[in-house]
Structures are given as C-alpha cells and as structure tokens.
C-alpha cells in the first residue's frame, strides 16, 4: 500500500502497483451538506420509505454526521446519494388503453456523479450501537434493465456493518432485485468501533474488483463486473423496517435515544493512470 496526501486532511491508503489522480472527493469541510455533490435517497423500490429521512446528516468538524432519531413517530435515518435510478421514482399508475399500467421508470433526475473504473474509497468510524447499520457503496443508474452488468451496471457493497464492529461481506449484485438477481460475496472481517476511523476501498478495473480495508485486500471478484458509470451512496437504515411488520426492533429503539453516529471523514475516487 501507498500513501496519497491531501492537505489538512488524512491521507489516502492506495494499492501499490499503479498509479492514481484524484478526480473526485467530499472532504466534508464547512458546515453544510454540499448538494452539489449529494442528494438524499427517500424512496426504495419505487415508493416513499418511512425509516428515510433528509434530515438525518449533519457537516462538522470535517466530518458528514449520520444519526439515528425520531421523527413523526418513526426511527430514522438518512442515505446519501450522487445519482438516482428507478428506486427514487414513485411509482405512478399509466392509463394504457382501457387498463392501468404500474410503470416503475419515471422521468429521473439528473446524475450529480457518476464514474467508471478507478478506486473508490471512505474514511469513516462505524456506529458503536446495535439496531442500525452503515453501507459505503455503488449503484448503477439503470440496474437490472438487462441481465448483463457491461451493459445495465451492477450494485458494489464497498462497506456494510450490520453490527458494531462487523464488517460484512462485501457484495455484488447484478440482474436487478427481483428473480435475475445474482450475488457474489467475498472477505468480511471485524474492526475496532470505539473511536478509530477506518478506510474502505473498491479498485474497480475493466476486469475485477478487488476490496480492501484499511489499505489491505479482503476480497476480489472477477466475474459480473460493470462496465457504466455508476454513482456513490453512503447510507444507514434502521433495523426492522425490511421485516414484515415494518417496525424498528428494541435496538434501533435504544439506539436512537442513545445519541450513537456513524461519521464520515472523507469520500474520494481516483483515476488509474499510466
């Protein structure tokens, strides 16, 4: 591994063996949100999530500050995003004929970000609760429109801790979310949560993705990569609300009482270069 400097900032932990440029990063400086840079996602599978909201990231001492709270009788949480796909239309009813259509795709809006290739990396210290979990990944804006990822992009599970201290699996998913999905996971380790920062990369290549924590390889795969562009998230979700009751479990309860943050020092994506 091989260190990049960034002024006033921790330096990044990069692969050895190539050569990179800085072409896109959120350092988090200031006291607010760049939304040039970042959207909230509030809707999954087409419609209004109610675990999700745009009021859960706070900007402070250079760090984006996730939280888990209360609101209108809900525990919540916030997921940041630098495109959209069809998760973040509502779905809308299409007359057609004499029949109504569920058409899931609407007009989208316009990607803030979106990369190909190159290596993506967080510097972020988990949550310290159960009852919520963080992710640090990539989505593709039209995933699942085919079955093959060159064409229609693939999800990446850079980072997701499901429990403090757990680093899960890293994943990818491609074929959609529906009976076409496949999944490929590799690596998963634990790492300290009481105050430590951790990194988290992807170096995602014409050919392979290759994980790392902390500057050392978890994990590669070298089948269903996407060849688009695809776009960052950085996300928590309140545990309980993918069951069937839809309901925070007691964790997520006592951790949104408990003050608990998932922080996040920087994003960053490079370019490989010769």
Same mark, same amino acid.
């Given at each position: 591994?091989?260190?990049?400097?960034?002024?006033?900032?921790?330096? %990044?932990?990069?692969?050895?063996?190539?050569?990179?440029?800085?072409?896109?990063?959120?350092?988090?400086? +200031?006291?607010?949100?760049?939304? =040039?840079?970042?959207?909230?996602?509030?809707?999954?599978?087409?419609?209004?999530?109610?675990?999700?909201?745009?009021?859960?990231?706070?900007?402070?001492?250079?760090?984006?500050?996730?939280?888990?709270?209360?609101?209108?009788?809900?525990?919540? %949480?916030?997921?940041?995003? !630098?495109?959209?796909?069809?998760?973040?239309?509502?779905?809308?009813?299409?007359?057609?004929?004499? @029949?109504?259509?569920?058409?899931?795709?609407?007009?989208?809006?316009?990607?803030?970000? !979106?990369?190909?290739?190159?290596?993506?990396?967080?510097?972020?210290?988990?949550?310290?609760?159960?009852?919520?979990?963080?992710?640090?990944?990539?989505?593709?804006?039209?995933?699942?429109?085919?079955?093959?990822?060159?064409?229609?992009? @693939?999800?990446?599970?850079?980072? /997701?801790?499901?429990?403090?201290?757990?680093?899960?699996?890293?994943?990818?998913? =491609?074929?959609?979310?529906?009976?076409?999905?496949?999944?490929?996971?590799?690596?998963?380790?634990?790492?300290?949560?009481?105050?430590?920062?951790?990194?988290?990369?992807?170096?995602?290549? /014409?050919?392979?993705?290759?994980?790392?924590?902390?500057?050392?390889?978890? +994990?590669?795969?070298?089948?269903?990569? @996407?060849?688009?562009?695809?776009?960052?998230?950085?996300?928590? /979700?309140?545990?309980?609300?993918?069951? /069937?009751?839809?309901?925070? !479990?007691?964790?997520?309860?006592?951790?949104?009482? @408990?003050?608990?943050?998932?922080?996040?020092?920087?994003?960053?994506?490079?370019?490989?270069?010769?």
């Amino acid at each position: 591994m091989k260190y990049y400097e960034v002024k006033d900032h921790a330096p %990044s932990i990069l692969p050895d063996g190539y050569n990179f440029e800085l072409v896109w990063s959120d350092e988090f400086d +200031g006291d607010m949100l760049d939304t =040039t840079k970042w959207d909230y996602r509030l809707c999954m599978m087409g419609k209004r999530h109610q675990a999700w909201t745009d009021k859960g990231v706070k900007v402070e001492n250079g760090c984006a500050i996730f939280s888990i709270f209360e609101e209108n009788g809900e525990i919540v %949480s916030s997921q940041l995003q !630098t495109g959209y796909n069809f998760m973040d239309e509502p779905v809308k009813p299409t007359k057609f004929g004499n @029949s109504f259509l569920q058409w899931p795709i609407g007009k989208l809006k316009e990607n803030k970000y !979106t990369h190909k290739y190159g290596y993506y990396e967080c510097r972020c210290r988990l949550q310290k609760q159960k009852g919520w979990w963080s992710a640090f990944w990539l989505q593709s804006p039209n995933i699942g429109s085919t079955l093959d990822p060159k064409m229609s992009g @693939s999800e990446v599970d850079i980072m /997701e801790s499901f429990y403090p201290g757990d680093v899960h699996p890293h994943n990818v998913f =491609t074929g959609g979310y529906g009976q076409d999905m496949q999944r490929i996971k590799v690596g998963g380790m634990e790492v300290e949560v009481n105050d430590e920062f951790h990194t988290f990369g992807l170096l995602w290549t /014409e050919n392979e993705y290759i994980f790392y924590v902390d500057g050392v390889e978890d +994990g590669r795969v070298d089948k269903n990569v @996407s060849a688009v562009p695809q776009f960052i998230l950085i996300s928590t /979700e309140t545990q309980g609300y993918r069951h /069937e009751r839809h309901r925070p !479990t007691e964790e997520a309860i006592a951790a949104s009482k @408990s003050g608990d943050t998932f922080l996040v020092d920087y994003v960053r994506v490079f370019d490989i270069v010769k």
